[in-house]
């Protein structure tokens, strides 16, 4: 009888297996308890998710299914701040075979669907495995409202703890998380690796909006940095508005900006090593460089406007040649140049009939939807493309002596998953064709704007975040979450000044010229937003000139300290 033992065990085990196999999965995750964690939290987009708060912690596991009306209360809103990470504990180690969320698209509405979750599991709750990553099939660009279901399948393996991560451009609605398998460890069921190996660039394209437990702190981009070009402090001269007189830069008005003038009015030093020459946007054509409206995409006729207010004798470029040279005559050193960075307009997807770029050319169309995905993003690089060697050309065949060309800045303040299905791959091309020609690729986007927390996937060589405190409630913890991000995530940090002048006005510039000593991007690449030569009128104000002139100066060089 004892020899026939191991037999009759072995088919006892295969009875066993064949009847797990029989039992239906169920959904371990109902009714479970979760945490929702946030990487990078902002006061201000808290207020946002308000209205759609988790009913008893347990709104992602009651088993009830929003529709798609947004306003159905089931939904979860997850707004901004970089993304969300979910762990849920299922009480136990069971047999998971099938992760499943729910999101809703709603593009009207601002409510998008993540480009992708990452899954993983565990058993004890401290060392994850990766499972896998779901990409989104239906797509952030979509306009059809619907539900997309995120599922990861073909699993069979013993966990506790079941993790989600997905990015959150504006808003995410998320209604249910589902785990479905079987109660206990079924025989034949995995056993989790302690950890799943994969690259840096991985690590960082999938789980740097995460928090500073996942990579090691990197600093900010120094100033002076090689891939920054040798830029230190980036000042941002607006131009090319119809709606303006201030919008023309002739030699006088840059004087200020290229050397410290005293309160006469003569160079003392030079100040901003750097110019970007950004354009305002809107066009004659009342077309916007930069639409987020098919009505406003800009055509050829806009980008030629646009080239030619760039390179207008005594004006703009040539304006700021003609001033580094008086500077340099006044100060005895003639071997200075100022590095200048111009702006690359973003083709707008939304465009379907933007014009050839030469005479007897082809009309080219931007939209997806139209010509198909592959079509429209070639036309897009092709135009980026003769826009780029135009502004190139122009530059060189102008009068730039006194001037260094170092790169480009990509106008759009986000990468606008929402508006094409390959926004992202079509940035890094864009990257490419500047790399292609010796050039540095420089981009400000604001504050949590989507693309940001993973943008050295695109392509970008030197990136500076816009706190977007100045123009929002926040409080001045904004600068601090702002700077302490930028670090993390190896940024430079971006300066705004607000054209109103009021006291709150003035005591958020001093929080942004404070936080520079407090946070440390003092030492950092810098970039200065102002509205139409606001620091040049406050170097001749009586009232204005300490805040917005000498201090800035002080910052310029290292010298600034926080006053008492």
Known sequence: MMRYLPILLLLLLMVQVARADEEPLINLALNKP?????????????????????????????GKKATTQYLDPAWRSFYRQGGRTIILDLGDVHT?????????????????VPHYIDYYLSADGENYAYMGT??????????????????????NHQARYVKLQFPTDVNVFMDEL????????????????????ISEEEMWRKSAIFGPDVLPERGYIPKGSPNAGGAEHIVIAVYASPLTGDATWISADFIPYVAYISEDAIPQDWFFDTILLSPQGETPNKKKLYATEASHAATIEDWIWYLEETFKPDRQLSALNKAVDFCGNILQDKDHKVKVILSLVNPSPLQNNFGALEPGGKNLSFNHDRVGAEEAMENRLTAVEWLM????????????????LIGFYWHPEAIAYHQSPYEGEFVKKVSELVHSRGLKFFWIPFYG???????????FDAVMLQPSYMFSDSEEDRVRNAAHLAS????????????????????????????????????????????????????????????????VYQFVKGTYKIPE
Not at 45 to 60: H, M, R
Not at 178 to 197: N, Q
Not at 449 to 459: E, L, Q, R, T
């Open 488 to 551: 993390y995530l190896g940024m430079g940090v971006e300066m705004e000044k607000h054209w109103n002048d009021t006291l709150v006005e003035r005591n958020k510039w001093r929080d942004y010229l404070n936080g520079g000593v407090k946070y440390g991007y003092i030492n950092a690449v810098v970039g200065y937003y102002q509205n139409y030569k606001d620091f040049a009128r406050a170097a001749l104000s009586f009232d204005r000139r300490t805040l917005y002139y000498d201090y």
């Open 449 to 459: 704007a989507p693309g940001s927390y993973d943008w050295h996937n695109f392509g």
């Open 134 to 155: 779901v990409e989104t099939s239906v797509g952030p660009w979509h306009r059809r409202v619907q539900k997309e279901e995120f599922t990861l399948d073909g699993l």
């Open 178 to 197: 589902e785990v479905f398998g079987k109660e206990g460890i079924v025989p034949g069921s995995a056993v989790l690796e302690v950890f799943h190996e």
């Open 34 to 62: 979760y945490q929702v964690l946030v990487p990078w939290p902002d006061a201000l987009s808290e207020v946002y998710e308000k209205s759609y708060e988790d009913t008893g912690g347990i709104e992602l596991t009651d």
């Open 389 to 404: 060697d135009k502004l190139i050309e122009g530059f060189e065949n102008g009068d730039t002596q006194y001037l260094e």
């Open 96 to 112: 998971v075979n099938r992760i499943t969320g729910d999101f809703l698209q709603h593009r009207d509405a601002g409510i998008y």
